[in-house]
């Protein structure tokens, strides 16, 4: 005999079985690679930078959801990526407070005060990174050089510095490849850019690991390619635009692709979903000011990089985009708004 | 990809869940068992229900009326066996609201023979002949609407078909009815296609498949007699290519107008069942006394592909096949589109054209709810371009009006794939059924105002 109650839902009865969780997770495995990496060029230096912010990005985030008595949402992952991306963007001789104050910022400032996942505006590392370069303007802009060879068992003394103590840096430092073109007009090579035998940010070093994870998010479905082409693609043309004009003048395209954030701003920070816009053709228009914006500030402003402002930037007119966006429904002639 | 949509042959956006159609799809059409008692609820169409014309104790004839139309848009009901009209009063339906109907109690020993009645020969009827003879056989669309046939080929004054379509698509994962149907009835199809070419006025028929039944496409094509104008367009998979507006698209690129019929574009479009049906009845003059339809999910024993007669209780369809201790849900219809069954005391109807039972772990539903991460996956799946995570977010305030009146909430026609693909799991396509019934009420609601 068969059982009297049976359970009933409303169509559609089978689903894709992707949810949000798992992209997230996802992104992290993407992001590993870069993590791994950092850590290989820079050592003990770059693991406590990585670490601590991506610490406190969580902790901030299961703290806050206790506050607000919610169930904490540390397991969607969200805040992983958040914290991994802070890390990743920071200096690898960065003092390990500020990373953590950087943590707490990205979390609570740039995401919970929007409401949560889902709601932020701006993307939260790059909210966090921004105060840290307004707050610690040197600590953020002194760099360590990679492969030291002793990077795997000494610290940087500046790692310990005490909050709102003066960090002393080690006296020898790294210049990045843009503020050495900035500064000193010389360029590094493309294939030392793309390999990341260069110094910078913990993970903005190795363009082909960050592009290889890119690869993998966009093959797995879970990342929308449009927005790292548009980026990439923009940036190349301008830059590659006024090299023809004045090659003495301007570095090479390539030079502009693969050095600075660039490819990890394209790749895992201008994706990330919420801050981005929702139709097509906005994010051709929102990649698209991301890499002619970047291109602008490195070349046309004080700034050596200008890959954070950009997205922030992006960020915050993405909204806009969407609503200037009209289409066409079907079966309808008139474009109506899409957002 | 809007960017690189120069592809023709298709219709814009759509999903590609998985087929689930391997298990039934070699699997003949095989006649089901008479259940002891029939069950007819009189309103399994679209349209006023049938008016019942036998009395409680009357005898009847396997294929006599029980039943005639209750208006123009409705159909009459026949016999599905011979036996006794135990009872005459309300019946289960789907819905959960109960309908009047039939209890038939069918002879055990009855041949099941099926009375004649007027035939209509397609080379002397007129169209108006054809059309009463459609109604008279109680046909409705086979494909799950079971909007009544006739009304759907009667063209409107001052509007011309040049093209009728036979939706051969199937574009539901795991139903296997017309797949089998194309296969095995091609005699039939090819007559119904006879007589609605006539009812029509269409000059030329185009059948709709869908890749995955290339050896459909291939025999139907074998078998294509040589004075009727109709070709056999294979076309690549994607749900919900089955839906009459986007095989339209995909076939000849036309658009239907929001809000209208396919009659705008000068097309037609009969589900192939549909077309067998008639090709089998009218010469007959006989009725609707039984549909094939796909019995499978994996908490079914005996999968297959079943010719079940019409007000067959699902219950005993259950017991016949034989379906897993641990079965949870029930749908009628296909998994993207179908309702789950809330009673097995309902019985099969015109329009039933699958029975899927899942059990505890098939259904994969998530109960987390994340919120909106804005990934596009909806707006790049809807396949009439709405953006269906704006809609979600708007229902959530129930600002239903303004999804109506700015994001023409009501041009959507609930195939779920935004529903089906939404990482958050936000139970988007059930919002809009929600909200649309909603603005449908508050129109009502207006009009009866403007006219008191």
Known sequence: MLKKTLDISSSPHIYKGRSTDDIMKNVVWALLPVAFFSIYSFGLNALLVILTATLAAVMTEHFLCKLSKKETTVNDYSAVITGLLLGLTLPPSFPLWMAFVGGVISIALGKHIFGGLGYNVFNPALVARAVLQAAFPVAITTWHPAFLPDRFFTISGSIFTGPFMQPQFDAISGATPLSAFKFDGVTASTAELAFGQISGSTGETCAVIIALGGLYLIARNMMSWRIPVAVLLSAFVLSGILYLINSEGYPSPFFMLFSGGLMLGAVFMATDMVSSPITPIGLWIYGGIIGILTIVIRIWSGLPEGVMYSILLANAISPHIDVLVKHRVYGTNKKTKMV | MALFNFHKNTFKHGIHPPESKDETKGLPIRQFPFAPVIILPMAQHIGAPSEIVVREGQEVHRGELLAKAGGYVSVPMHAPVSGIVRKIGNVPTISGKMSPGIYLEAFPASTQEVLEGKPI????????????????????????????????????????????????????????????????????????????????????????????????????????????????????????????????????????????????????????????????????????????????GPGVKKKGNYL????????????????????????????????????????????????????????????????????????????????????????????????????????????????????????LVQYFRLAKRVVRKREAQKKEEVHA
């Not at chain 2, 041009?411 to 958050?424: H, K, L, M, Q």
């Open chain 2, 121 to 296: 020969d397609p080379n002397t009827a007129t169209p108006e002949e054809i059309l009463q003879g459609i109604q008279d056989a109680g046909i409705v669309g086979l494909g799950g609407a079971a909007f009544p046939t006739h009304v759907k080929l009667k063209i409107p004054e001052g509007k011309k078909c040049d093209t009728l379509i036979l939706n051969g698509i199937e574009c539901e994962p795991y139903l296997t009815t017309d797949h089998r149907v194309m296969l095995e009835q091609e005699g039939d199809i090819f007559t119904g296609i006879t007589y609605l070419l006539k009812a029509t006025g269409a000059k030329n028929a185009i059948i709709g498949i869908e890749a995955n039944k290339q050896d459909a496409a291939d025999h139907l094509t074998k078998h294509l007699p040589k004075d009727l104008p109709v070709s056999v367009k294979v076309l690549p998979v994607k749900y919900p290519q089955g839906a009459e507006k986007m095989l339209i698209t995909a076939l000849i690129d036309k658009e239907v107008p929001s809000k209208s019929f396919p009659i705008e574009v000068g097309v037609v479009v009969v589900n192939i069942a549909t077309a067998a049906e008639i090709g089998r009845l009218l010469p007959h003059g006989r009725g609707i006394q039984e549909r094939v339809i796909t019995i499978t």
């Open chain 2, 308 to 427: 079940i007669p019409v007000g067959t209780p699902l219950r005993f369809v259950l017991e016949q096949v034989g379906v897993d201790e641990e079965i949870s849900e029930v749908y009628m219809g296909g998994p993207m589109m179908g309702v789950a069954v809330s009673n097995l005391d309902i019985s099969i109807v015109k329009g039933t054209s699958g029975i899927l039972v899942f059990t505890r772990k098939d259904v994969n539903r998530s109960s987390k709810i994340y919120p909106c991460i804005k990934c596009g996956a909806c707006v790049d799946a809807c396949p009439i371009l709405l953006n269906p995570s704006k809609l979600g977010i708007l229902a959530k305030f129930e600002a239903y009006d303004e999804m109506a009146s700015d994001f023409n909430l009501m041009d959507c026609f609930e195939c779920g794939s935004c529903t089906y693909v939404c990482p958050s799991h936000i139970p």
